[in-house]
């Protein structure tokens, strides 16, 4: 009675032990994942082009976030003519080591006779300038999102509606 009882003992403890165990090392990995997902640029990067005429009149301002690794698209459509692009940007952009951002693009705007692509290696937070070889000029910018710099910009962009808001009434 004594060895099964100890047996028994033995085996509950291994059980509720190894289950215990198994709940602390799912628990640490989702602590790690939260952790992660607030980390700088966890999600990706935004990247916002701004191409110019020739008199410095802004002709396309095409945003969006593009996850590290994989590629992004965006298409802007005529919605009087859904068959017409009018803006076409596609992204492939990667994190070095070093911070930078390694950007792959390419741009198109139909309507200005402009298809351009390239690569370009970015620093956060940085504005360079693209060579899109004709009359129109082209920067981009990129920062990491989420992170403060993300924030900024999105209250920038806020502030700078509310001003062209004001300043057409």
Known sequence: MKRTRA?????????????????????????????????????????????RDAAGELVARPRLIAAPGKPAQLELRDP?????????????????ASGDLALAYELALPLAGLHAHGDVVLTPGVEQALDLGGELTASVFSVPVPSAAFEAYLASEREARVLAVRERS
């Open 80 to 96: 009087e003519q859904p068959l017409h692009v009018r803006v076409m940007l596609r992204i492939v952009a990667l994190r070095e």
């Open 7 to 51: 047996a028994v003992i033995i085996m509950f403890a291994f059980l509720f032990g190894g289950s215990s165990a198994e709940v602390a090392v799912q628990a640490k990995r989702a602590i790690d994942r939260h952790l992660a997902a607030d980390e700088d640029g966890s999600v990706g990067d935004l990247i916002a082009v701004e191409v």
